[in-house]
């Protein structure tokens, strides 16, 4: 009986230390991109999401890392993108720093957008010091509304912009009067950010969140879904203006953990990606997807399964 009483008291407490922690403002950056120089003209994207990173040492957490390896070791992409939630814990801060170390370990170019679960416990001061560890990272401008992390990695071969991978924080719980799910959505801010960076920009790009938006709702198909689509609370027109403006052709998001359905519309390519994380909710088969881009298209977009595409 004591051993639990003293098990409560310290979980108690460390959740205590963890709600006192919640202090101290993001040190935003003075630039809103990133360059990865490749050695040809085609761009493979490794996208893994939603990890859910519990306790870092348990069966499901090390099978999850397992997984990341082998499909680095597999695939050998050119980036892996993690499209948040890498951490639902307590401990996310301690969680975030070993992820980080183990990704840089492997020596390839990552980078990775927050999702909604990594500051159930934490602010996103908390994670600066990890975050500033990753080259192809960067918490971007401060915009109104806008989170952490909305920023460009130009991607080139021999000195020409090939595409442009465009990130945005969909945050996490909406605070206003909920309207149907309760998450949160792109600010009219970050859309602005987002046209103000497209106009200049030489040649077509994808874009990578986590929360989906509404219109991966008009989904019409039955492969790949196996849940509702939780979206963003609020439509403020992202999808909308992507289309008006025509240079984005692939939208990449997480989230829903049983859905992992790619359908176009309107010229743009609405992808979940396959969940990673062993601790995660859902009963499908763990992977990660592939995305593989040249002369201004996606030439292929498949889900992998333990190293093998499906």
């Not at 890498?86 to 975030?96: E, G, H, N, T, V």
């Not at 442009?164 to 009219?188: C, N, R």
Request: glycine content about 8%.
């Amino acid at each position: 009986m004591k051993k639990i009483v003293a098990l409560i008291i310290c979980f108690s407490l460390s959740l205590f230390l963890v709600s006192c922690n919640k202090k101290g403002e993001v040190v935003y950056s003075t630039t809103d991109r990133l360059t990865l120089n490749i050695d040809s003209d085609t761009l493979k994207i490794l996208q893994i999401t939603d990890l859910h990173l519990t306790f870092g040492y348990d069966y499901n957490d090390r099978k999850t890392y397992a997984l990341i390896k082998n499909l680095i070791d597999t695939h050998n992409p050119d980036i892996v993108v993690v499209t948040g939630d890498i951490m639902m814990s307590p401990q996310a801060k301690r969680l975030f720093k070993k992820f980080v170390d183990f990704m840089n370990e492997l020596n390839i170019p990552w980078t990775f957008i927050f999702g909604n679960h990594e500051n159930d416990y934490h602010t996103y001061k908390d994670f600066e010091k990890s975050y500033q560890k990753i080259k192809l990272f960067t918490p971007g401008l401060k915009l109104t509304d806008g989170g952490v992390g909305n920023y460009i990695i130009d991607v080139k071969y021999n000195n020409d912009t090939i595409v442009h991978l465009y990130f945005f924080d969909t945050k996490s719980d909406t605070k206003e009067q909920v309207q149907t799910t309760g998450y949160d959505y792109l600010s009219l801010a970050q859309i602005d950010w987002y046209e103000s960076n497209i106009l200049d920009d030489e040649a077509n790009s994808l874009a990578f969140m986590h929360i989906p938006l509404i219109e991966y709702t008009e989904y019409t198909g039955n492969v790949g879904k196996g849940e509702g689509v939780y979206h963003q609370d609020i439509n403020t027109g992202f999808f909308t203006k992507a289309v008006e403006l025509g240079k984005t052709i692939g939208v990449f998001v997480g989230h829903d953990h049983n859905n992992y359905y790619a359908f176009d519309l309107e010229g743009i390519m609405l992808t979940y990606g396959k969940v990673s994380g062993y601790n995660a909710y859902g009963k499908g088969t763990r992977g990660g997807r592939i995305i593989t881009y040249q002369n201004g298209q996606i030439i292929s977009n498949e889900i992998v399964l333990d190293g093998d595409a499906s």
